[in-house]
């Protein structure tokens, strides 16, 4: 789908998409060699690079190709990493000590979970992760005040293992094609942006894509039992008195454990997370070929993609600091694009053919 034929913003400024062999490395000083961004075996759609992500020339088509469902890449991150050695004991030291999947810490109350709670890292940890996090924030800002202005949550997390081979059952695991869906609580259609950064000082991080939501959608949302055969969701979207009800207990619950929000659904979300299950399950949708692409992020560069619409998989890499932000879908300007519209509007062509 394009923005010119939706009625959007001008079409994006793609600078370049970047096509090689290597990985760059990272040096101590945070700078990186001239990286290129590796897409196989062709640069897929959904991937447009950025390499003055700082120009304020650039920022509206920054925001705009990120809101159109694209992954928005950088060559090197645009602003300043946490210091070579916090990296490095991000590096050496959470891998053996990981209570949890990852190590995240919480912008709304300041928690970080993952490690013990006598942990002597806890500290240094949660302040290194709440600086990348407002790194993070400040940039939003800076290239999407719209979309910062809409914030609902915010979280820092530190991925320290290797995605490759992890053996986690499908609907966790990050090696199977998806889109985000939920891991959050109630959305009700506010949109998943997150903002990945590889730290890996000499590997490259890995993705797999099968295209945005709605080629998903268009090929595989009768057999997900999502649309029906005009392309019409066969879902309730909206809430109805009792999902309302339910998202009021829940946030008194939440009044006493913060943690309790990630109780609350709606249908909303219980349809994408359907969605999501089927991509990790489903070996017709494994098989399919169409819209595959691999892209290469080396040491040092940095991407920003709403996963909600964009479907990924992460197929190797270790160490990477990966922020997620919950956008309110009202702070949209191009709310076309988001998952909410396409399921309570329709997707004009389903695909029910075989997959070739």
């Known amino acids: 789908m394009d923005l010119d034929s939706c009625g959007g913003p001008p ?24 990286s290129r961004i590796e897409a196989h075996p062709q640069a897929p759609r959904v991937l447009s690079i950025f390499d003055d992500p700082n120009d304020p020339a650039v920022a509206e088509s920054i925001s705009s190709t990120l809101e159109s469902n694209h992954i928005v890449g950088f060559p090197r991150c645009p602003f300043p990493l946490p210091n070579p050695a916090d990296l490095q004991i991000l590096r050496t030291e959470l891998p053996t000590r990981l209570k949890l999947k990852n190590v995240s810490y919480h912008g709304a109350d300041g ?104 080629e998903v959608l268009e090929r595989h949302g009768v057999r997900s039992g999502l649309l029906d055969n005009d392309g019409r969701c066969r879902l309730r979207i909206r809430k109805n008195p009792a999902d309302h009800a339910f998202t009021l207990t829940v946030r008194a619950l939440s009044r006493l454990n913060p943690q309790a929000q990630s109780l609350d659904s709606s249908p909303y979300d219980r349809a994408m997370r359907r969605l999501h299950n089927y991509m990790k399950d489903s070996e017709t949708f494994k098989a399919d070929p169409r819209g595959y692409a691999e892209i290469r992020f080396p040491p040092g560069s940095a991407w920003m993609v709403f996963t909600d619409g964009v479907s990924h998989a992460s197929l190797s890499g270790q160490f990477a600091l990966v922020t997620t932000i919950l956008i309110r879908h009202t702070a949209l300007r191009h709310p076309q694009f988001a998952p909410y519209h396409l399921l309570s509007g329709g997707i004009r062509s389903c695909g029910t053919g075989s997959p070739g």
């Open 111 to 214: 928690r970080l979970t993952g490690l013990e709670a006598n942990d002597p890292a806890r500290a240094r940890t949660a302040a290194v992760l709440g600086e990348h996090l407002e790194a993070v924030c400040a940039y939003l800002r800076q290239v999407a005040p719209h979309l910062s202005a809409g914030t609902v949550l915010t979280k820092c997390s530190f991925r320290p293992i290797q995605e490759r081979g992890r053996k986690l059952k499908p609907h966790a695991s990050n090696e199977l094609v998806h889109v985000d869906a939920g891991a959050y609580g109630a959305t009700d259609g506010d949109r998943i942006l997150r903002f990945f950064v590889n730290v890996n000082p000499s590997e490259d991080r890995v993705w797999a894509t099968k295209g945005d939501i709605q």
């Open 11 to 34: 079409a994006r400024k793609l600078l370049y998409d970047y096509l090689g062999a290597g990985s760059m490395s990272m040096q101590s000083d945070q700078s990186v060699s001239p």
